[in-house]
């Protein structure tokens, strides 16, 4: 099972990738993790890739396709995977599909989960993130719920780079719905409704064939 989503930030792919991997067992792969813990480690990914994620912008294509390229070969995304945050444009989701085709793979369903931008700005602006084991709140969480730990926000998610988000998905990765739709294998779910709600039809989708 070879899934994508698609979403603007905000728009609960972690969410629903972590309810996902619940079920299927199938490992959740997001580029916005991978070069979080990359900029902290200081690696060469990293150096390159911080003052675009800094300013809310893309980082280069290349950086990220041979990031993936690599991750994508590993053992455990053999059997099936679920994609966060990359594709991001097109010329990354033909990549995509040239690396998967080489060994015989295809993408099976891509999920485009639907929010309202008025409503994408209050969630990134109140989202805190766990520093000990990365799980998404609020800010109403004094603590992480999980595990007790310092609840923090994201650089990217202050005010002032939101809206250059917002802008940078409309323009490079709103495409990739024709993108995907023209493959055939979209899904478009309204996500501005409750967590399970929406993966109801989450799982009614990936499950569709
Ligand atoms: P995310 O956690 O998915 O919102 O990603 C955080 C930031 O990482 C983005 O704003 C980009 O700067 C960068 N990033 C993550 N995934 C990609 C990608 N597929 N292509 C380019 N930049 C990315």
Redesign the pocket.
Known sequence: MNIVLLGA?GAG??TQAQLLIKEYGIPHI????I??AAVKNETPLGLK?KS??D???????D??IDL?RERLAQEDALKGFIL??????TT?AAALDTVLSEDGRRIDCALAIEVPDEDIIKRLSSRRVCRVCGYTGSAADAVCPQCGGEMYQ?D?DKTETIAN?LA?YQRSTAPLINYYSGAGVLVEIDGNRAVDEVYSDVKAAVERD
Do not use: N
């Open positions: 930030p792919k972690g997001s580029t916005g993790d070069l979080r890739a675009f994620m300013a809310g912008e893309l980082v280069p294509d950086l990220i993936m966060d945050g990359f594709p991001r444009t990354q994201r990217d988000r940078v």
